[in-house]
T-cell receptor, first 113, second 114 residues
Framework: SQQGEEDPQALSIQEGENATMNCSYK?????LQWYRQNSGRGLVHLIL?????REKHSGRLRVTLDTSKKSSSLLITASRAADTASYFC?????????????FGKGITLSVRP | NAGVMQNPRHLVRRRGQEARLRCSPM?????VYWYRQLPEEGLKFMVY????????ESGMPKERFSAEFPKEGPSILRIQQVVRGDSAAYFC????????????FGPGTRLLVL
């Protein structure tokens, strides 16, 4: 099963509304990262939140992390049509000299103009 | 400051041929990661390399797949005797330091096996 699982799988909202996406994971992490992927393109890094942080902001993005519940949320405020993309959470579980990201299946966000 | 570069962007191979995917990390980055993405799926970790060393290849199939990151030049993901199931997008990422750092992704190589 996935380390990171996003919820919902798909989200459709009107331009100007806020979009909230959730991610749950199973094991302890060093950090959690959110990425965006436009159709057929590469991944764009949005924000990284470390295990000792609870909330982080970047422009219209707000990320929270609750390590007791092993969950994170990504909030996009005042959404725009250009925010239409797939969003992935990825957990970094560093063990010794090893580090790798484990991705969820992603959330498809559609923002209607 | 160029980002992570991958080439080719698209690669078509017939079953049984070899596929070579190249990745040049961001300048100054010595950690390279390869991921595979199947349609409608998230990315799956394949291998983590530092210069001249494979650190973790736990996500890479034992047969037909190999990866290297030589002292000079790009990292190479090599798939021998490709099969249709290898068709996917292959992404490379790099980071500055070990773990706990942002991984920056390249645009990916889309491999299609006919």
């Amino acid at each position: 099963s996935q380390q990171g699982e996003e919820d919902p799988q798909a989200l459709s909202i009107q331009e100007g509304e806020n979009a909230t996406m959730n991610c749950s994971y199973k094991t302890s992490i060093n950090n959690l990262q959110w990425y965006r992927q436009n159709s057929g393109r590469g991944l764009v890094h949005l924000i990284l939140i470390r295990s000792n942080e609870r909330e982080k902001h970047s422009g219209r993005l707000r990320v929270t992390l609750d390590t007791s519940k092993k969950s994170s949320s990504l909030l996009i405020t005042a959404s725009r049509a250009a925010d239409t993309a797939s969003y992935f959470c990825a957990t970094d579980v560093q063990t010794g000299a090893n580090s790798k990201l484990t991705f969820g299946k992603g959330i498809t966000l559609s923002v209607r103009p | 400051n160029a980002g992570v570069m991958q080439n080719p962007r698209h690669l078509v191979r017939r079953r049984g041929q070899e596929a070579r995917l190249r990745c040049s990390p961001m300048k100054g980055h010595s950690h390279v990661y390869w991921y595979r993405q199947l349609p409608e799926e998230g990315l799956k970790f394949m291998v983590y390399l530092q210069k001249e060393n494979i650190i973790d290849e736990s996500g890479m199939p034992k047969e037909r797949f190999s990866a290297e990151f030589p002292k000079e030049g790009p990292s190479i993901l090599r798939i021998q005797q490709v099969v249709r199931g290898d068709s996917a997008a292959y992404f490379c990422a790099s980071s500055l330091n070990l773990g706990g750092e942002t991984q920056y992704f390249g645009p990916g190589t889309r491999l299609l096996v006919l």
